[in-house]
């Protein structure tokens, strides 16, 4: 995964998120690679959203291929060596 926002490259490791999605990994009929995430409340740790807003931008199912745009939250330790984890929270909204 790419954040431009911090110039960070790095992978998302998907048994990291297994509370809050299911997920289903598989090959379409025209062999390209694919993962459905779908989540497991209305709630996703890392979206930080209003009740309103919550309503407006729920979502069912989540199509993750090569170069889809999400929505993540980042964390660091707070301790040296510095590391950035990226957890997936959602589509990407404008």
């Known amino acids: 995964m790419f954040v431009p926002s911090l110039g960070l490259s790095t992978r998302v490791f998907l048994q990291e998120h297994e509370d ?12 390209k690679r694919k993962i459905i995430i779908q989540p ?7 979206m930080e959203v209003t009740e309103e807003e919550n309503e407006s931008r729920s979502w069912k199912s989540l199509d993750i291929r090569v170069f889809a745009k999400l929505e ?13 984890r990226v957890k997936v929270v959602g589509p990407w909204s404008e």
């Open 72 to 84: 993540v939250s980042c964390s660091c330790k707070m301790q040296p060596p510095i590391d950035v």
């Open 40 to 46: 497991k409340t209305n709630v996703v740790p890392g």
């Open 20 to 31: 809050e999605f299911i997920m289903n990994a598989f090959e379409d009929p025209n062999g």
